[in-house]
């Protein structure tokens, strides 16, 4: 996999195109920390609310989509684990997340993905 140093674009519906930086210009600047910061950013939510919560939208194979193929070094269509979910601050959604993860992949550690359910994935890669 190459490492995700892109960032998207929304051009039209389930249309992206990866752009190398962030666009500043389309950024507010108090979220430029927020998005290049390598830490967990479920322990940077957690640590400005009182309740912290993941609400799954969806986990279950998928093909993946043309600009997920590219970054994931796949082919267009081939299945992996999708897992969304909102990230919900005091009550109110602060973030939606996209994961995939290859089917190949989902042995050894990264087994975890498959049945994380509601846990965080980041307290999750950032703890085991």
Not at 16 to 36: D, F, I, Q, S
Not at 40 to 48: G, Q, V
């Amino acid at each position: 996999m190459r490492p995700l140093t892109a960032f998207p674009l929304h051009t039209g519906p389930r249309h992206e195109t990866w752009l190398a930086h962030p666009p500043r210009v389309l950024l507010p600047p108090a979220l430029l920390p927020w998005l290049k910061d390598a830490g967990s950013l479920t322990a940077r939510i957690r640590a400005r609310c009182t309740r912290f919560e993941v609400r799954v939208l969806c986990q279950r194979l998928a093909h993946v989509r043309r600009d997920e193929a590219w970054l994931l070094g796949l082919r267009v269509g081939e299945l992996a684990w999708l897992r969304e979910v909102l990230l919900v601050a005091d009550g109110r959604p602060v973030v939606f997340a996209r994961s995939l993860l290859p089917r190949r992949n989902l042995r050894g550690a990264w087994n975890l993905f498959h049945g994380i359910g509601a846990r965080p994935l980041g307290a999750a890669l950032f703890s085991d």
